[in-house]
């Protein structure tokens, strides 16, 4: 995993009869050194068909044909001799790991062997004990060199979920992907550790990570070596830094000695921020334990009499007014590991900036501890809405009924957190009966919150106006949030955008020591922001802005937020038609989650639809569509995806009638830019138009108005509209649609005897598919055919091509057996094809 740059260059190198003698694969101990280079002889038997490294077969890139010889270190010279000897009769790429233990008379044979560039080379070696003669080979560019540095944050959580079926809990991931660094064998030692010492325990159909530290005798030593001859004054500070981490400098500066502080920096056990990667200001700049893990192991370990000495140290150095946000965080959660209960000012202080940066465990732990300590209206609102964070309704339902029961006058600070929660989790009564006792802009934006989730777009965005119209309402973030969404829903992104300016400038977005919003985190505002922009046709603004949120919520791990940015990011990457990227987005593994349910529904939306757009192989991924109709926030997205299934399994008739009902409500509701995306689905599906293509819906800017002429050129058969309808779609970086539109465009111009006007359709159709990879939609099939196929003889081919008989489609169809023959019959007469294999290849054009 994680891989994938670093096996393409090898494989270029080794599959080419030209270019650089072969590849060294150079890495610290424990980067998946070896493991790559069984990928790169694992790929280059499969192109060449041979089941193993010793076979032989036909080298990709127009190399020559190439067998895979192991050669371990003490066997190199007499291989190596046996090789130069044979001539180019079998070229061959010499796979040789461990090289780093080779002698200076085998590299003199290696470099031989290079010279002549008959044979391929793979060396394999560790960057730290690499003799200077190996360094010759790749700094005279006989050898490409590929270093396996750290796998990112990205690889390194995809890893750790795969090493345990992904079945852990995220933030269990989160947690083993952080202590391992980037090392993939690390974090193997470390699951094995986490499993022996039994603290990773069953949770349901999950499994969670407990709070203690991996340990096992490997790792302790590897700790050990890391520690070793350490003075006990510079053991101290490291300590305290661990337990401070991100411990601001200036304040370490003042309790540890200069010269203890640069002599751990000497050593590498601890690692200052940059300002050179980042400009912070003084005051900001902090140190922290080199590596991850050797920092848990420390915290872990400091006793209890010493954490609490270093608590008041720490304390007496940084006045609590004078902390950061991250800064409170730690010290409250300090006091609970030290034994003490903070004060209530502390703990509140903790909730508040820990639900701000999204450290939802943080604020779990800390709410309650202020409410069994402190059990006041505050403390039962703080822990509340750290429980809804983390999407704990279970857990929330129990503590009001609790709290309700202990503490009923408390009641009144939960119902905002009790209706929005009983609203997420599909229980609209319950949410409405909660939601009785809000008053003022409370009432308001529940009211929002509840018509967006029941489709009502135009009466959720004259109740978000009026949270908005009052600067002090603690709602406005979350009503700005639906008032966008709104306006994207309604056809209005322009709209949206100056919402969005307005309340950016008014600085909507609370700071961590004010009061939060109601239910939303602030900075989610960015991803309306760029949906709007999606909305708007400004493709490439709506990926820069949700590619920066995804990056940012997974640098800072923030668990269930990673997963709604890159939920809405894989939406925009499949309007862009990059549909196998989209999908890596879009499906959540069972303990992947975006903890809110409306979410999940979502991500099942688009993967169905994202994988209708791929081969038939890929169908099977697609999540479970929610049962019932489909109403809510995303009910025209539903329809959409419930008229793909229909059209993949040959119902033409439901596709259509499931889009036909979804724009007769949206037309109905106001919500005008969901009637255009209905629009335009079916003349993608190539079903009947509706009578509403050929209206003027009132929607904003170029890219729905083009969508919604999509819909009107393929109905009425307008190739002038439909070409004019493609450029812009292309402009807009919507690369899928427009070549879906080039190629009905090049049917119309067949159609009409332009057959030169179509061949250039073809052809920027297909330039526009490179940017989308293997996709195929019903639009594109027999792409650049000369033959002109009604919908209907499409739908039957494509059937027949998936390897359904006559008689089951039929059946689909609704028609007999024999309509179907005679179909494909003329099918066949039009594109040349002798069978079903003929239409198979024939329709990915």
């Known amino acids: 995993m994680g891989r994938d740059r670093e096996l393409g260059t090898a494989l270029r ?65 007499s291989g190596v001799q046996r090789l130069l000897r044979t001539g180019t009769s079998r070229p061959r790429v010499v796979w ?90 690390l974090l193997r030692e470390l699951v094995r550790a986490a499993l022996a010492r039994d603290l990773i325990v069953r949770d349901g159909r999950l499994w969670r990570l407990g709070d203690g530290v991996p340990v096992s005798h490997a790792l302790r ?33 003042g309790i540890v000695r200069a010269d203890t502080l640069l002599a751990l920096e000497d050593a590498a056990l601890v690692r ?40 008041r140290t720490w304390t007496r150095a940084v006045p609590r007014e004078d902390a950061s946000p991250a800064e409170r965080v730690r010290l409250a959660l300090w006091h609970l590991d030290s034994g003490d209960l903070p004060g209530e000012d502390l703990l509140w202080d903790g909730v508040r900036c820990a639900l701000h940066d999204h450290d939802v465990s943080a604020a779990i732990r800390l709410s309650a501890a202020a409410w069994d300590g402190h059990p006041g209206p505050e403390a039962a609102e703080l822990h509340a809405r750290a429980l809804f964070a983390a999407g704990a309704f279970a857990d929330l339902r129990a503590f009001v009924e609790k709290a309700s029961a202990d503490r009923p006058e408390h009641l009144h600070r939960l119902a905002p957190v009790q209706a929005r929660a009983a609203l997420f989790e599909g229980r609209p009564e319950e949410a409405d009966r909660a939601a009785r006792s809000l008053t003022g802009t409370q009432r308001s934006a529940f009211a929002a919150l509840a018509a967006a989730f029941h489709g009502r777009f135009t009466e959720a965005l004259d109740h978000a106006r009026s949270v908005l119209h009052d600067p002090s309402s603690p709602c406005r973030a979350e009503s700005a949030l639906v008032a966008m969404g709104s306006l994207g829903r309604m056809g209005r ?30 900075d989610a505002v960015e991803e309306a922001h760029a949906l709007a922009q999606l909305y708007a046709g400004r493709l490439d603004e709506a990926e820069g802005i949700l590619s920066r949120e995804y990056r940012t919520a997974l640098r800072c791990d923030r668990v269930g937020v990673d997963a709604r940015r890159g939920l809405t990011l894989g939406v925009v990457l499949l309007e862009r038609g990059r549909i196998r990227e989209a999908l890596s987005y879009l ?22 639809i994202a994988v209708h757009c791929l081969a038939a192989e890929w169908h099977g991924r697609a999540d479970g569509l929610p049962e019932g109709p489909g109403e809510g926030p995303y009910g025209a997205e539903l329809a959409a995806a419930r008229a793909w299934q229909a059209h993949r399994r040959g119902e033409q008739e439901r596709a259509r009638l499931l889009l036909h009902t979804a724009v007769d409500a949206a037309l109905e509701a ?82 009409a005897g332009r057959e030169r006007a179509a061949t250039a359709s073809t052809v920027t159709a297909r330039a526009l598919l490179r940017h989308c990879g293997d996709v195929i939609t019903p639009a594109l099939h027999f792409l650049g055919d000369p033959a002109a196929l009604s919908s209907r003889e499409r ?10 008989t006559d008689k089951e489609i039929a059946q689909r169809l609704v028609v007999s057996p024999r309509t179907v023959s005679n179909t494909l019959y003329r099918v066949y007469q039009k594109v040349g094809a002798s069978d079903r294999r003929d239409l198979r290849r024939l329709l990915s054009g």
């Open 13 to 77: 190198v080794l599959r080419s009869a030209a270019g650089p003698a072969g590849v060294l694969v150079a890495g610290a101990p424990g980067a998946g050194k070896t493991r790559l280079g069984e990928e790169i002889v694992a790929a280059l038997s499969s192109v060449t068909g041979a089941p193993g490294p010793g076979s032989r077969g036909e080298g990709g890139d127009g190399g020559a044909v190439r067998s895979v010889q192991r050669l371990s270190p003490p066997a190199v010279i």
């Open 96 to 185: 040789i790991d461990d090289a780093h233990l080779l002698s200076a008379d085998a590299a003199d044979n290696l470099r031989e062997l290079t010279h002549r560039r008959e044979h391929k080379l793979l060396l394999v070696m560790n960057s730290a004990e690499a003799p200077p003669w190996l360094h010759s080979l790749w700094k005279d560019q006989r050898l490409t060199r590929v270093e396996m540095g750290p796998l990112d944050v990205l690889s390194t959580r995809r890893l750790a979920s795969a090493l345990l079926g992904d079945r852990l809990a995220q933030a269990g991931v989160v947690r083993l992907a952080a202590m391992a660094d980037g090392n993939p064998l």
């Open 221 to 253: 030593e590897l700790v050990a070596r890391q520690l070793a001859g350490l003075p006990d004054e510079a053991r101290r500070a490291l300590e305290l830094i661990a337990l401070a981490e991100p411990a601001r400098l200036d304040v370490l500066e």
């Open 272 to 311: 200052v921020s940059d300002p050179r990667a980042e400009p912070v200001p003084r005051t900001a700049r902090s140190a922290a334990v080199a590596h991850p893990y050797v920092g848990h192991v420390l915290r872990q370990d400091v006793g209890p009499l010493r954490r609490r000495h270093y608590l």
């Open 493 to 522: 992104p322009h709209d949206a955008l100056d919402l969005y300016a307005d309340f950016r400038s008014g600085a909507g977005a609370r700071g961590p020591g004010e009061e939060p919003c109601c239910i939303f985190e602030a």
């Open 587 to 608: 499906s959540f593994s069972p303990a992947y989650q975006a903890a809110w349910r409306p979410w999940h529904i979502r991500a099942a939306i688009h993967t169905t």
């Open 670 to 751: 106001g919500s005008h830019g969901d009637a255009v995306l209905l629009l335009h689905e079916i003349a993608r599906l190539g079903l009947p138009g509706h009578p509403a293509a050929a209206e003027d819906l009132p929607v904003q800017g170029a890219y729905l108005r083009s969508r919604l002429h999509y819909a009107r050129a393929v109905s009425s058969g307008d190739a002038k509209l439909l070409g004019r309808v493609c450029r812009s779609l292309a402009d807009a970086g919507a690369h899928l649609y427009a070549a879906e539109g080039y190629a009905e465009l090049a049917r119309l111009q067949r159609r």
């Open 795 to 804: 739908t039957v081919a494509r059937l027949a091509a998936e390897g359904l």
